[in-house]
């Protein structure tokens, strides 16, 4: 019988990965993470430049890899890992922007559920609207960890938008009470459902859709410690 790996998108073996995947959406970010927080860090995957990685935090193994840009990329590198590769959390590492006031750059939200504005639901044929959610234990321990660490936090709405540049002239899903936007999320989530794993989304606020304040892409790729070190205490918990 011959194995599904590797795929046309990940040249590795099962062994290869810890049982919980960190993804953020810049293979420089996963560099990042490997080099700076991962013990014993060695690269398991560089198809399409896409970098994944796999060490030891705390003595646990954890992998990092990252997931490219939108829910068709995350779609196909989450899909793979959950099916193909008996990872069984993925917690999404990644930057968004904020829709409410409250919610500062720099903070971070959990992503309770997400939103989005994406057909990828419609490939289920559920003839009805499904809604993405975070797995309970793995945001109730961040939640946890957030508090003990003093990290400034959100727990809510994202919203998975398949634009980056709209056309909308109103916010409506900020109206809605949603707190932040990117493009992965959802389809995560729903990856996650369908293969009966987990996954969680943290994200830190790197611009805001309301005061116009943003960070640069080198402050995105290297200094939101807090959200990886989060991430990394979600992942040692499983």
């Avoid at 919203?159 to 109206?175: G, I, Q, V």
């Avoid at 200094?223 to 992942?235: P, R, W, Y």
Wanted: glycine share 8%; with cysteine; charged share 20%.
């Amino acid at each position: 019988m011959n194995k599904p790996y590797p795929t046309p998108h990940i040249n590795a073996v099962p062994e290869d990965f810890g049982k919980t995947v960190l993804m953020p959406g810049d293979p420089l970010r996963a560099k990042f993470v490997a080099e700076n927080f991962l013990d014993n860090a060695v690269l398991v995957n560089n198809v399409r430049g896409i970098q994944g990685y796999t060490g030891y935090y705390k003595g646990v193994k954890v992998s990092v890899m990252a997931s490219g840009m939108g829910m068709p990329s995350i779609g196909i590198y989450s899909y793979e890992l959950f099916n193909f590769f008996d990872v069984e959390n993925i917690i999404r590492i990644g930057s968004a922007g904020a829709m409410q006031e409250k919610v500062k750059v720099r903070d971070i939200v959990l992503g309770q559920a997400a939103c989005t504005n994406s057909a990828y639901a419609n490939q289920y044929e559920l003839g009805g609207t499904f809604a993405p959610i975070a797995d309970f234990s793995l945001l109730e321990k961040a939640v946890a960890t957030a508090k003990e660490k003093g990290i400034n936090y959100h727990v809510g709405n994202l919203l998975s938008s398949d634009t980056f540049y709209s056309d909308a002239k109103d916010n409506n899903w900020a109206k809605m009470g949603v707190l932040a936007v990117e493009m992965e999320t959802a389809a995560l989530y729903m990856n996650a459902a369908r293969a009966g794993k987990k996954a969680l989304a943290i994200c830190t606020i790197s611009d805001s859709l309301v005061t116009g304040e943003s960070t640069s892409a080198e402050e995105r790729q290297t200094s939101f410690n807090d959200m990886i070190k989060l991430a990394l205490e979600v992942a040692i918990s499983e």
